[in-house]
């Protein structure tokens, strides 16, 4: 474009010049190619362009519009002042007086954008940048961010720095001088210490390489290779823990011994800090090899033993340099879960603990420690019975044990941090009545025990607990003969059968539900049942399911109370199946049976006991049926205090109703015809009025008593157990007796102890609620009327006394069935061959078409067959005066019971 003025069109005419758009404004104005930004000075006239047209005025006077400034933004952010490559003043050659030059357009004429250099021919200006607007204004441009990022970066550095610098290595701990815990009863008075440290420190080269390699297998498979810090850890434990997964470390071997030898158990961020920075200045300070020989050295594995060495002799009885594989192996699981893994005290584990066990062996595989064909080979390694420090002798190994679980199980105070000693706790144990208890078992049997002369008298074991039924106070706790000798818990465990001591939880469901038999009748004390031997259960389509009654008694027709004083299989299996087993269960859990008992599962089956709840949790659902169905969970701790800091916070003891009273309530009448004339007649040496239940595992492997008074409910359990191998073992003929059952030595024990617990206080009667009909008597049609009453023989019992009930039977009760000796009687007819007896006559009355099985006459010795509770055993029954023998013949319900097959 040449430099000279373009000549005007003549048809534009002389209208003056209309505003120009501020946007669009050129680089200092029309004239002014080379002062960017600038207006011409107000007061400047322009002058006319050649053609004659009027230039547009300099000044907003002259123009007669207001004057208009152009934005950064409309302008492009130029600059506002000359520059020597463009000249901008009215001097300026080749532009006299700010005359517009050729380049500045005229009217109706676009405008052209400036560039940063200043305009120039044909060139268009710069694009003005966009305004951000609305939520864009709010979203931080990549500087912003690059900054902040940059920021952050910078804090965290300084911060490390900071705190590396501050944070120094300190002295072991207290754990090297830890205080010892103090327990005390109820009434202040100690009960025990838990003692010093067990621990004995052995260098890394007295410990086997099979028991390092186990150790790191276990814990920290990377240690020789990764730093003292590991984020991809502690990112994968805490979002386990965060996502329900359980919870984990996440921290390396390292930190561990940072926690154990120079910090603490406290799960706070303070110490968790700490435990960073030292982390790593230890590992550049120290060889792994020293942290890893610290690490085992302070390590807790259950059993009082700190350190390796401690735990190779209390668990095989080795010192820590000849642990094999397979029991270097299970220590390394216990560094997991020290108490819980122990497979003696908590059989229940094993399952648990072998997984780990088998996790431990699989990582040192993985590591090339252990070749695939040398782990096929190991076997599970079972540890030894342990043997304790003498500051846990007799029974203050198994209190302190069981104090030491509930608060761990409760999350009132971790194992870890109850290690590290310095509490005070004040236990709900009454020492009169712990004394009772403990005199009282060795009283009825371990003074009777003869080692020497009979084997089996080895394996006798006992556990008892005593619970107040208003509060839930575990009052007393037997837990074996001492604890230096026998290390498990015999109250705590749950690896023994229940047995009958079940069976009164299905007739509570029963009442609970309102449940009815298959015909359509009430389950009431007084409903009958079938109670032949291997009978099928009806209305059950799981599969035949037939139990045996004891000695495989046949009872025909029978009301459920004396069933229940008999302990008739039969009965209780059809009453669950009436009842609906799953609902049988969930009577038992809201009575206090833990829900994860093993082997409690909703079949038939449940009626006859094969859970294997412990003793405590027995006394806990017997407590809720003494308290009329109110369940509060039991609890064995009434105070902590540590010196220099607040109580420890206890959970309360909230009840509920459990079960309705009626329930719980016919229930215990049921229970206290039992006592009065059942299989646990030997309970009444307590002198209280009492309700109770007899049960015997399968084998004869433990015997029970499970009975209350109003104000106190006390479950006792005589077991047996090798004591060397830790077997399960039958108890036929300990204490020189042919048979154990829970009428027997289970219930002297309980009414001694009873007897001495509630010395100084008068009895109570029970206070009763029953559930309509209860005490109303069935009448049924009899086809073959007997004027003989039953006797009280049956299964579980003690000394039975033939011909004592606690109601008035029906006419017909007996169901065609007479016991061989009514009140101590003798047969009045009859020869007996091989224990049956065709017609035999009674003083009783007449037996049609009948046949005596086992009938003893003045008391002595049973013929192939009997019941046997209790007494001097005679070719497979047991009399002692009492019932012996069943006749059996057509009864009042044949034909009227359509499940009786």
């Keep these: 474009m040449s430099d000279k003025p373009q000549p005007q069109q003549d048809n534009q005419g002389w209208a ?35 053609s004659g047209r009027p230039e547009a005025s300099g000044s907003p006077e002259q123009s007669g519009r207001p004057e208009e400034r152009a934005t950064p933004e409309e302008t492009g952010k130029r600059e506002d002042r000359a520059t020597p490559e463009h000249p901008g003043t009215p001097e300026q050659p080749g532009n006299p007086q700010g005359r517009a030059t050729p380049d500045a357009p ?53 911060l490390f720095a900071l705190g590396y610098y501050l944070v120094k290595i300190p002295s072991a701990n207290a754990a090297a001088t830890k205080q010892s815990n103090v327990y005390l009863y109820a009434d202040g008075s100690q009960l025990a210490r838990d003692g010093e440290v067990n621990r004995e420190n052995v260098s890394l080269a007295q410990i086997s390489k099979d028991a390092q390699h186990a150790a790191l297998a276990a814990e ?22 965060a996502t ?100 003696i005290a908590h059989p229940e584990n094993k399952a648990a603990a072998l997984a780990r066990w088998n996790y431990v062996l699989d990582g040192m595989v993985k590591k090339q420690w252990l070749t695939p064909a040398a782990r096929g080979k190991v076997t599970f390694p079972e540890p030894k019975q342990s043997v304790i420090a003498t500051g846990m002798s007799g029974q203050r190994g198994y209190l302190v044990k069981a104090v030491n679980d509930y608060l761990a199980e409760h999350k009132i105070i971790d194992e870890d941090t109850l290690q590290t000693g310095g509490y005070r706790i004040t236990t ?88 009815r038999t298959e015909d359509g009748r009430t389950i009431t004390p ?28 046949s009872y025909g027709p029978i009301t459920v109370r004396t069933a229940t004083d008999k302990s008739v299989n039969a009965v209780y299996a059809q009453m669950a199946v009436d009842v609906g087993p799953s609902k049988v269960k969930d009577t038992a859990v809201d009575l206090g049976v833990p829900a994860d008992t093993p082997d409690l599962t909703a079949t038939p089956s449940i009626a006859l006991g094969p859970s294997t709840a412990s003793v405590l949790d027995m006394a806990q659902a017997y407590a809720t049926l003494a308290n009329h169905g109110r369940h509060g969970t039991y609890t064995l701790v009434d105070k902590i205090t540590k010196e220099g800091a607040e109580d420890v916070h206890l959970p309360k003891q909230a009840t509920r109703q459990a079960v309705p009273r009626q329930a719980a309530d016919t229930t215990t009448s049921v229970l206290r015809s039992v006592v009065e004339g059942g299989t646990g007649t030997a309970a009444q040496a307590a002198g209280r009025p009492a309700a109770g239940k007899t049960g015997t595992a399968e ?49 002297q024990i309980w009414a001694q102890y009873t007897k001495s617990a509630l010395k100084g206080t008068g009895p109570s009667d029970f206070d009763l609620q029953l559930q309509p009909g209860a005490e109303v008597q069935q009448q049924l049609p009899s086809t073959g009327p007997t004027d003989q009453s039953p006797g009280t023989g049956g299964q579980d019992g003690g000394a039975a006394t033939g011909g004592q009930d606690t109601q008035s039977p029906p006419p017909g009760d007996n169901g065609g069935q007479t016991q061989g000796q009514t009140d101590g009687g003798t047969t009045d007819g009859g020869t007996t061959t091989d224990g049956s007896t ?56 044949t034909g009227l019971t359509q499940r009786r097959q």
């Excluded at 005199?439 to 003869?450: N, P, Y």
């Design 526 to 553: 007084n409903t009958f049942y079938d109670g032949t031997d291997k009978r099928p259960v009806q209305g059950w389509n799981g599969g035949t399911y037939a139990p045996e009654n004891e000695d495989n008694v």
């Design 16 to 50: 003056p010049r209309g505003p120009e758009p501020a946007a669009q404004a050129a680089p200092g104005g029309p004239g002014e190619p080379g002062k960017p930004g600038d207006q011409e000075k107000p007061g400047a006239p322009g002058k006319p362009e050649e």
């Design 220 to 241: 920290d498979r990377d240690f020789y290779t990764e730093s003292a810090i590991d984020p991809k850890a502690m990112i994968r434990a805490g979002w386990n823990t």
């Design 838 to 893: 065709t017609g035999t006559t009674t003083d009783g009355g007449t037996t049609t078409d009948g046949s005596t099985t086992g009938t003893t006459t003045d008391g002595g010795t049973t013929t192939d067959g009997g019941a046997t509770d209790g007494g001097t055993p005679g070719n497979g029954g047991a009399t002692d005066g009492g019932t012996t023998g069943t006749t059996t013949g057509v009864g009042p319900l």
């Design 699 to 747: 084998e004869d492997q433990a015997a029970w008593f499970a009975g209350y008074t109003p104000n106190l409910a006390t479950v006792v359990a005589v077991m047996g157990q090798d004591p060397d191998t830790g077997v399960h073992k039958s108890l036929y003929g300990a204490l020189g007796q042919a048979r154990l059952n829970g009428g027997g030595y289970p219930a």
């Design 244 to 343: 329900g997964k359980g919870r984990q470390s996440g921290s390396t071997i390292t930190q561990q011994y940072v926690k154990n030898y120079y910090l603490g158990q406290e799960q706070t961020a303070t110490r968790k800090v700490k435990e960073f920075f030292i982390s790593i200045k230890l590992d550049r300070q120290k060889s792994k090899s020293d942290i890893l020989e610290g690490y085992l050295n302070t390590s807790y594995y259950g059993r009082n033993a700190y350190g390796i060495q401690a735990a190779a002799q209390a668990y095989y009885g080795v010192d820590a340099q000849d642990l094999t594989v397979g029991q270097g192996a299970y220590l390394a699981a216990l560094l997991n879960a020290p108490s819980e893994y122990d497979v």
């Design 428 to 515: 709900t144990l009454q020492r009169p009545k712990q004394d009772a208890f403990v005199k009282a078992v060795d009283d009825q049997v371990m003074s009777h025990l003869d080692k020497k002369a009979r084997k089996v008298d080895r394996y006798v074991r006992a556990g008892g607990v005593s619970i107040d039924p208003a509060t839930g106070k575990v009052v007393a706790m037997y837990g074996g003969i001492d604890y230096t000798k026998q290390y498990v818990n015999n109250a705590t465990r749950r690896d023994y059968q229940v047995g009958s001591t079940f069976k009164p939880f299905v007739f509570t469901s029963a009442v609970q539900n309102d449940s």
């Design 106 to 158: 005229g009217p109706g004429e676009p405008q052209e954008h400036a560039t940063p250099d200043g305009p120039g021919p044909g060139k268009p200006g710069k694009k003005p940048r966009r305004r951000r607007t609305g939520w864009g204004r709010l979203i931080p441009i990549w500087r912003m961010v690059l900054g902040t990022f940059i920021g952050l970066v910078l804090l965290v550095i300084g």
